[in-house]
């Protein structure tokens, strides 16, 4: 269905959701994690219920994918590659695309508006706010929120079905607030699912 909102979910990845890689990343809590598999799941579902689109936006990690400063900091820092193509680690959580719903890869990369065909897939769409869920709100969910203020996109963050990596979650939410204008909501708040209709 064409419409102005579209529901973008994030790299909501075994290797950053499930498993020995997205434990080690998450040493202090890895209970969120659970929780924003089963809420951005919940999200997806009522997207689908009002017609509003989903895109699912995976990231694929392989080092033939990598740029060069990429490969020196995994390299520096011991870490191995994650969600390579084909593997467990690269499989989506939780929640699958349903028929029809399209699938942007990221590689080596964390901004969605990187992924072939994703900004033109939106603007074909007539998609003017962006509806954001999965990971990492400080890192790939971020990256893509501020590429799609600075390309004209209205944002909406579902606040329950992202966590942060590296910063302080509330922290991250009030500067996409602040500073990209985004609207931040539970998935539960129906107005997202109509959002960019009301303007």
Known sequence: MTGGTALALVDLQNDFCAGSVAA???VDDPTPLSAVVENAARAVTLARAAGTEVLFVRFLGDPAHQGPSWRRRDLAQGRPASCVE???GAEFTGVAPGAGERVFTKRACFDAFLAEGFEAHLRARGVRR???AGLFADVCVDSTARTAFQKGFDITVLSDCTTSLHLPY???LRFMARFYGARIVEHRD????AA???E
């Open 86 to 88: 084909g593997g467990w």
């Open 24 to 26: 080690e990343r998450r």
């Open 130 to 132: 962006l509806v954001m």
């Open 190 to 193: 129906p107005s997202w699912r």
């Open 196 to 198: 960019a209709e009301e």
């Open 170 to 172: 509330s922290e991250v």
